[in-house]
Structure formats: C-alpha cells, structure tokens
C-alpha cells in the first residue's frame, strides 16, 4: 500500500512563488512515474504537470503551467516536487500527488495512487 504525502502549500499573493514536495513510501519510488494534479473550485481535477521514473529526460506540462512550473524528483529521497513561479489566481486549487502503479515512463492515461492534497491559494 503506497502512501503519498504532500506539503508546501499555502496563501500566496499574484507573482509569488511555492513549492511542493511529495514524500512516498510502500512502493520502490524510482521505479514509477509520478504526476501532480489539481482540482480548482468547481473544476474537475486535471493533470498539471508529470515526470517518469528517470527524471528530466521524461517530464510533461500542461499548457497553463508550461513555462512556469517545474517537477523534478529525487529518487534517493522518494520525494517528488513542484516548483511554481509566477502564480496567477487560476492556479487556486488543491494539489494533489499521484504515482502510476503501472510503469515508470509517464503516460497521462494510467492507474494512479493519490495523495491526501495540499491547498494552494492565490490572492491579488
């Protein structure tokens, strides 16, 4: 049974920055792809951003995040992360990590774990 979980959420104004971190045990973490998602007020939940069992060489972004977000993994901490830049207001959501019980190379259609979420919040 893996259990992910997450931290660095928070309140952050238009512009800021924040990273998250999620830290999974129960699985052997470097041999999965891992993704964040999020589901905004009203909103169904969608991909953000995904990265496979090797790291930089297989990452996606969604097309709102892309050039502002960044996930990266470190496999000896079992620790995935998210770092977001310029934050907008659209970005208010709850964040949640996910790792793909099938396989290490990242694919947006598979079987995913979940984490318990993190808010984060955007303010003007």
């Known amino acids: 049974q893996v259990q992910l979980v997450e931290s660095g959420g928070g309140s952050v104004q238009v512009g800021e920055s924040l990273r998250l971190s999620c830290v999974a045990t129960?699985?052997?973490?470097?041999?999965?792809?891992m993704a964040w998602f999020r589901q905004g007020p009203g909103k169904d939940r969608e991909i953000v951003a995904g990265?496979?069992?090797?790291?930089?060489?297989?990452?996606y972004y969604s097309d709102p995040v892309k050039g502002r977000f960044t996930i990266s993994r470190d496999n000896a901490k079992n620790t995935v992360y998210l770092q977001m830049n310029s934050l907008v207001l659209e970005d208010t959501a709850v964040y949640y990590c996910a790792l793909d019980t099938l396989g290490g190379e990242f694919v947006t259609s598979t079987r995913w774990d979940w984490g318990q979420g993190t808010q984060v919040t955007v303010s003007s």
């Open positions: 990265i496979g069992s090797r790291g930089d060489d297989d990452t």
């Open positions: 129960g699985r052997i973490f470097s041999e999965h792809a």
